[in-house]
């Protein structure tokens, strides 16, 4: 079980003006679940019952995935990041963005909708394993009319269908073939 500390902070009282005079913002503190420490956890013998993977819970497919840089590095080489999935449970964007893999280019930083699928700034290209996604939506359709049938919005493009495993290799940022 985590234990809670209070942080003690001391930060000075902003008066924000209104039209009907000054009003105060109030400062709370807010619990911060801290990890146990080694010693504590050390009181509480772990049974071996507790350890071992329940047989009834299946192990749920697993897509791993990786994503090429937009751009090479120095040595010539495509940077290179890597994430896994359980198949069917995630989106695309929210994949990368969980595990910090950049997703928009400088405007789509700022400009992005959220992933309501209504900007298209969070365009990828599907190098490899395009079975293991869905098909493309009503929303991709029309923002991807004249785009190559690889590329995607991240925000429409779920990874796996619960019951598939393998391996999608995402193109970041991609740029049109010449």
Same mark, same amino acid.
């Given at each position: 079980m985590a234990s809670l500390r209070y942080t003690a +902070? @001391?930060?000075?009282q902003h008066e924000f003006p209104s039209k009907y005079g000054s009003c105060r913002k109030p400062i709370t503190l807010m619990p911060r679940k801290t990890p146990p420490s080694p010693a504590a956890s050390s009181s509480f013998?772990? @049974?071996a019952a507790s350890t071992d993977a329940s047989p009834a819970a299946p192990d749920k497919p697993v897509i791993k995935l990786e994503f090429i840089g937009p751009k090479p590095g120095p040595d010539g080489s495509y940077p290179l990041d890597k994430a896994e999935a359980i198949s069917g449970e995630k989106l695309l964007r929210?994949?990368? +963005?969980?595990?910090?893999?950049? +997703?928009y280019a400088a405007y789509g930083k700022v400009m992005n909708c959220g992933g309501g699928g209504s900007c298209g700034t969070c365009i990828v290209e599907i190098v490899d394993g395009k079975d293991l996604l869905n098909e493309r939506t009503n929303t991709e359709l029309r923002y991807l009319k004249k785009k190559p049938e690889s590329w995607r919005l991240a925000c429409q493009t779920i990874v796996g269908n619960k019951q598939n495993s393998g391996k999608v290799v995402v193109q970041r940022l991609p740029?049109?073939?010449?």
């Open positions: +902070l @001391s930060v000075p013998p772990i @049974s929210n994949i990368m +963005l969980d595990d910090k893999i950049e +997703l740029q049109r073939k010449k």
